[in-house]
């Protein structure tokens, strides 16, 4: 039986983005996911994502008769970590990619900045909220993100993936409509966890491991100490920004195997 990983996406970018790193993985792994999370009403963005957390742990027990591996890219990553936090028993290891723990200082900082607003011009929150939403065609929408310089490092298979599950067809004419609600986007950036620091203060009740991007401008942001600390400084860097997924899949899909294979041993000599 193979093992599995329950994968939670990044903010904005539906879980089937990821598709070209799942099909790396799947000799080895069997892969679930919510495809869009915070999109269901049972299930609010509020401050510190208590019920996102829900959402993953009720999707997680749902599915699953053993404990899984939790991997998560940004908003997935820290989902992952808090789901672990809440329910260790039923997650066998966490790989959060490109997640740094805000902690001590900085998480005060960041109460600080979402009390006064100021998060939202520190964040991508404030283009969130006047993000198009609709193009006329699939043909429109690749040459649309493929001209930003951003998206331009994406491997193209990730960003076909992206265009054909992000910006699906809506209607006959082939008008494209986003699929991530620009509003539970925005919600998501303005309400980052700043209490995830403390909750790890003894550590964590799984291993952990840390892959990053070595140009990540988040990582830059918020440092590395609290997720070294959460990690034993298990932390493997890979080239590229915070989107480094999406701009290298196939070198992410060997990270990742990588990391579960040592999480994997670090499971076996502790039992």
């Known amino acids: 039986m193979k093992n599995i990983i329950h994968f939670s996406h990044a903010n904005g970018f539906p879980a089937s983005t990821y598709r070209t790193i799942f099909a790396e993985l799947a000799d080895d792994y069997e892969l679930r996911y919510i495809e869009r999370i915070g999109h ?15 959402q993953l742990l009720e999707d997680i027990d749902r599915t699953y008769r053993h404990p899984v591996w939790l991997v998560g890219h940004s908003l997935g990553g820290y989902l992952s970590l ?3 936090l809440k329910r260790p028993q ?9 997640s740094p723990v805000i902690a ?3 998480a005060s900082v960041l109460r600080v900045t979402q009390w006064t607003g100021l998060d939202e011009r520190l964040s991508p929150a404030a283009a969130t909220r006047t993000r198009r939403t609709q193009w006329a065609s699939r043909e429109e929408a690749w040459r649309h993100f493929h001209s930003k310089p951003a998206f331009a490092r994406w491997d193209e298979r990730v960003l076909s993936d992206y265009i054909d599950f992000g910006i699906p067809q809506t209607a006959a004419d082939g008008t494209r ?23 790890l203060a003894h550590g964590s009740p799984v ?3 840390f892959i990053a991007g070595k140009h990540s401008k988040e990582i830059r942001q918020v ?17 590229g920004s915070h989107l480094f997924p999406m ?14 294979h040592e999480l994997q041993a670090r499971e076996l000599s502790a039992a």
């Open 40 to 54: 269901d009403a049972r299930y609010p963005v509020t401050s510190d994502w208590p019920h996102l957390v829900e």
């Open 82 to 84: 808090m789901a672990a």
């Open 90 to 98: 039923w997650v066998r290891g966490v790989v959060m990619l490109d």
């Open 104 to 106: 001590g200082w900085r």
């Open 177 to 199: 409509t986003l699929a991530f609600d620009r509003q539970v986007e925005y919600v998501i950036y303005r309400t980052l966890p700043r209490t995830l620091g403390a909750r």
């Open 207 to 209: 291993p952990v491991a």
């Open 223 to 239: 440092g590395l100490d609290a997720t070294r600390r959460v990690t034993g400084g298990h932390i493997e860097w890979l080239d």
């Open 247 to 260: 701009e290298k899949p196939l070198e992410t899909a060997r990270a990742l195997q990588r990391a579960l």
